[in-house]
């Protein structure tokens, strides 16, 4: 048996070898290939040859994936001229051009190129592209023809979609006419160049759906195509080219492709299920139907009917609008808006529209650029170009507006040319929503509300000065594109059942961005499940942000990702799941917590500080956890503490340890007063959070909420009075079972309070706060006052209404610069 295994091995490694040796990737002048003769890439992704498909049978040209299982093709050159009831052979030429010939000599498809060859080679390339070369010059530009300028129905990663306006070459996929026939069928997907431009979809000559104009960083309509963990989405428009193009980063076969029944799809590979998988269609809804609505009509998929008008318009035909006939549009109830007192009315959240001509000045302002449409009269609408610029960028709409829809939480700004009678509605609709919230919200809740603003006042008086600085870039995009994110991909349909179709009784709580829910895979492994809450702007970036950094983090003390799942809408993350759930579930209720005796305690605690010193020094990144907290330490089950929740974790680069933000997002009680009040945050900053744990983890208290009859001093305050009174051992948790050692108890209070002091350099780093905990001899220097150590260290106001407004456990935004 052995035997027979290991001689069947050998022979599968030497016929590996021999399909290596005989698989050839290049064909030259003086080697062509037959149809029973194929040409791989280098890094054996790819495959070339003839395939035959339909009935009758015809013979094409194609390339697909050479490694899976089902035969995926990417590409077909004679589409149009198959072979039939004849064999072929593809040649090169002396100058360059591919030849297909049939039985009888005939050339029945060839390349085309401007340019020829001195020696030319054709080559399988691994990203799935055919080229015609010079031998020996590698240079991607100077390719004399590529398969990729040629697209079929498929958009592989790399490949351009769009024009090359100085050859005149236009790119775009055409569908299969059939699932077995290769044939050019109606539907096309290409850039529209015009004005700003856009990706369309037709069929015929007839406009489907269009991606609405890129403008900076996304397309205006698809939020599918909105850059993610694994794929980035890419535009370049400049004098000489116009197209679209995608990057992806996890290391998986992954295409566009065109279907024969005209929807754009995205599908990755799934290995598990040895299949292909949709993550989206860019075609989501009914109102992503060119025009449903006519011009001046907008759609929203969630109201019935789905088409209205515009504010300030009315149906042109109110008849066909009643038998939901919206074809026709709308028109102004006003039509006086040329130079009679007209002027714009802002929309939020649009797909910007279509229009006969578009005009676009990258450099004008967008006060310039309201003045230059109220200019024209024929200008209907003008927006911002690029929204990642202060107000660069003008784009102004001439003629009706169409296809418009509401894209909740992602569309834009555009501003529309309205009569001064329609902006009088305008100002008074929008004064009278704002009177029903204020009064509402005054009965509800206005003390609190009154509170806060004084609050949020006094903090947002510190800030003032700052609020001139950029904000600091450490964006995680540096991370994105330098390194492969490989990490595995879950079907949405595989989180689903695992977790019942995220019931309620399965949910376990509450992460940074979503519920987390638990969940068991189909071998049996227990999951945690934490899934993005929809439309959640924020919760996406934070979600990003923790795909990309803790999958490059391997440490036993922090918690392991598993997956993600990232499909249409879906956002989710696959972790270890945790049977003993968080530290503050266990240390804070007293049924639990007498069973944790100080050796575990003690445990845990350098358990957190070793996964804290592998964030901060030992990973490949430097990175600042910016919300650790006892929800945030999970425990597995022999009780190993794991640090969770990476979404707002900051990554360092350099020498650098210091940064600001305006943007102070974290948890009460655990955040350093640098960082909340001032926005400040550094490695030290974790440090504070962790010393607050360990006197928690001791205490058996929490700080926020911490009280004491003799003095209002929070738990770091209340820790520090005590160790001046040299009675640091009544802070010990009265319920701790066992004995413990007394010097080594006094010792981690005191590196807890050094952990937890008010000037950041004071603090130690976690390195040394390691070596004071695991060693006896070292001696510690005193601690001075803590920071935040009583509820009157922020002032009265301030720390009164944020307090009450804000929940100890939540993380929270306490400042947002603008
Ligand atoms: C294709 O070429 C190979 C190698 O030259 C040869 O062995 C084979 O018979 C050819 N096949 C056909 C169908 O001509
Ligand atoms: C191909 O061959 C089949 C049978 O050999 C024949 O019926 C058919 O007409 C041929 N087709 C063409 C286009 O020659
Ligand atoms: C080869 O192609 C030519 C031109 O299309 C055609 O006339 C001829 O019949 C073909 N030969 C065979 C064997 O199919
Ligand atoms: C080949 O290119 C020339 C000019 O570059 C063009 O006129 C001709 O139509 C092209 N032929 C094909 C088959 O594309
Ligand atoms: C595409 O298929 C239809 C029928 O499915 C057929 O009528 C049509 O001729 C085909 N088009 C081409 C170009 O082969
Ligand atoms: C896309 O990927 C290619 C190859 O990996 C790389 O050269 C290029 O810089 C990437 N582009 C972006 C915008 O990330
Ligand atoms: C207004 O803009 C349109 C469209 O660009 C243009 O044709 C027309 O000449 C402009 N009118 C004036 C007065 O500038």
């Known amino acids: 048996m052995g035997k027979l295994k290991g001689s069947l091995l050998f ?66 050159g004679n589409r149009e001229s198959p072979l039939i009831n004849s064999s072929g052979l593809l040649k090169l030429g002396d100058d360059g051009r591919l030849a297909i010939v049939n039985e009888s000599g005939s050339v029945i498809w060839s390349s085309n190129s401007s340019r020829t060859a001195k020696m030319p080679v054709a080559q399988l390339l691994d990203t799935g592209n055919f080229v015609v070369k010079d031998a020996g010059d590698d240079n991607d530009e100077s390719y004399i023809w590529q398969s990729f300028d040629y697209p079929s129905d498929t958009l592989l990663p790399g490949m351009k979609l769009g024009w090359n306006t100085k050859t005149g070459l236009n790119r775009y996929l055409t569908s299969w006419n059939s699932s077995d026939d290769p044939s050019p069928g109606e539907y096309t997907y290409s850039v529209d160049p015009r004005g700003l431009p856009q990706l369309v979809l037709r069929k015929g000559p007839v406009e489907l759906f269009r991606s609405g104009p890129w403008y900076g960083t996304q397309f205006s309509g698809v939020p599918v195509l909105q850059v993610n963990p694994v794929f980035t989405p890419i535009f370049v428009s400049n004098a000489d080219e116009v197209y ?164 909740p939480g992602y569309g834009q700004d555009l501003s529309i040319r309205m009569s001064a009678s329609a902006l009088a509605l305008h100002a008074d609709t929008s004064n009278k929503r704002k009177n029903v919230i204020i009064s509402t919200s005054i009965s509800v809740a206005s003390a609190m509300i009154i509170l806060a603003l004084i609050g949020w006042f006094v903090i947002w008086k510190r800030k003032i000065v700052r609020a001139n600085q950029p904000e600091n870039q450490m964006t995680i995009s540096k991370v994105e594109s330098q390194e492969d994110l490989e990490l595995p991909l879950f079907e949405f349909a595989t989180i689903q059942a695992a977790t019942d179709n995220f019931s309620a009784a399965n949910k376990i709580g509450e992460g940074g961005f979503g519920p987390v829910y ?129 979404g707002l974790a900051r990554m360092f680069g350099g020498d650098q340890t210091e940064a600001n933000t305006k943007r102070v997002v974290g948890t009460y009680g655990y955040m350093p007063p640098e960082y909340a009040i001032d926005g400040n945050f550094s490695l030290k900053s974790d440090v504070f959070s962790f010393g607050v744990i360990l006197l928690e983890m001791v205490s058996g208290k929490k700080n926020r909420g911490f009280f004491h009859p003799d003095h209002k001093l929070n738990l770091l305050g209340h820790a520090w009075k005590l160790w001046n009174e040299e009675k640091a051992l009544e802070l010990m948790d009265e319920l701790m079972e066992q004995e413990y050692p007394e010097h080594e108890a006094i010792r981690c209070i005191q590196v807890g309070l050094l952990c937890v002091q008010q000037r950041p350099e004071d603090r130690p780093v976690m390195q040394t706060v390691l070596l ?40 929270v935004t306490l400042l947002e610069g603008r």
């Not at 395939?51 to 035969?71: A, D, E, M, T, V």
């Not at 109201?303 to 028109?331: I, Q, T």
């Not at 036993?556 to 249409?568: D, H, M, S, T, Y």
Request: proline share 4%.
């Open 11 to 76: 022979l599968s490694v030497v016929s590996s070898l021999l399909e290596r040796l005989i698989a050839v990737d290049t064909i030259t002048p003086a080697r062509s290939i037959n149809d029973s003769q194929t040409i791989v890439s280098p890094g054996q992704k790819f495959e070339l040859g003839f395939f035959k498909i339909g009935n009758p049978s015809g013979q094409y040209l194609g390339i697909w994936y050479k490694n899976l299982p089902i035969r995926t093709f990417v590409w077909v």
């Open 518 to 646: 638990k969940g068991e895979l189909q071998s049996g492994q227990e999951v945690a499940v934490k899934r993005l809450a929809e439309n959640s702007g924020q919760g996406l970036q934070e979600f990003k942000n923790e795909v990309i950094l803790i999958s490059k983090l391997q440490h036993r003390n922090l918690v392991k990702l598993l997956g993600c799942c990232i499909e249409r809408e879906e956002r989710t993350l696959i972790y270890e799941y945790m049977p003993n759930r968080s530290l503050d579930s266990l240390i804070f209720d007293e049924t639990r917590r007498p069973s944790l005796d100080w050796r575990r305690r003690h445990d845990i605690i350098v358990g957190i500080a070793r996964g804290l010193l592998y964030l901060h020094r030992d990973s490949r990144l430097r990175i600042i956890h910016r919300d650790l907290k006892a929800s945030n330490v999970l425990l597995d089950n022999e009780m190993n503490p794991k640090i969770s929740d990476f």
């Open 772 to 811: 004071m905990l695991d060693s006896e001899s070292m001696s510690l220097p005193q601690p001075g006052r803590p920071g935040f150590y009583a509820e009157r260290s922020l002032s009265e106001t301030e720390s009164s209404s944020l307090g009450k407004l804000i929940s100890n456990e939540m993380t």
């Open 244 to 407: 679209y193009t995608y990057n992806i980063t996890a290391n998986i076969p992954s295409r566009f492709m065109l279907s024969q029944s005209g929807s754009v799809q995205h599908l990755s590979w799934n290995d598990r299920h040895s299949n292909w998988y949709v993550l989206f269609t860019v075609q989501e809804d009914r109102c992503d139907n060119y025009g449903l609505c006519g011009s001046y009509g907008i759609c929203n998929i969630n109201k019935s009917p789905n088409c209205d008008c515009l504010k300030g318009f009315e149906p042109k035909s109110s008849k066909d609008w009643e038998v939901l006939d919206w074809a026709g549009g709308c028109v102004r109830k006003d039509p006086r808006i040329c130079h009679e007192g007209e002027g714009f009315v802002k929309f939020t959240g649009l797909k910007l529209p279509d229009a006969s001509q578009f005009r676009v000045n990258v450099r004008m302002t967008i006060e310039d650029c309201e003045a230059e449409c109220l200019k024209n009269c024929s200008c209907a609408a003008y927006a911002k170009f690029d929204i990642r610029g202060t107000g660069n960028g003008c784009v102004t709409w001439y003629g009706d507006l169409i296809d418009i829809r509401e894209v």
